[in-house]
């Protein structure tokens, strides 16, 4: 039940951000893309790791990826931010 609500809230607060012109499809793909990309390299390494414990490293590598995608597309999202704030 907890988790419908924060949906629903969720939808609220999205749609909130899109009329005050927060939110547009530009966004909405670069968030889009981020997400699908961490869960292709986090969930078969973490499925992988979970049946055979002995591909630690291989989960390690994998987790250190995902930090490492985060902090490029933070820096992405910073400098999209940025330059439209200059344009």
């Not at 078969?44 to 995608?69: D, E, K, N, S």
Request: without cysteine; glycine residues 4%; aromatic residues 14%.
């Amino acid at each position: 039940m907890w988790e419908i609500l924060k949906v629903i809230w969720d939808i609220f607060v999205l749609r909130d951000a899109a009329r005050r012109g927060k939110l547009n499809w530009r966004k909405t793909r670069f968030v889009v893309g981020f997400v699908v990309l961490e869960y292709l390299i986090a969930m078969p390494a973490l499925i992988l790791y979970i049946q055979h414990p002995q591909y630690r490293t291989l989960f390690i590598a994998a987790m250190v990826l995902a930090v490492v995608v985060l902090v490029v597309f933070v820096g992405l999202a910073w400098r999209s931010r940025s330059r439209s704030s200059v344009a």
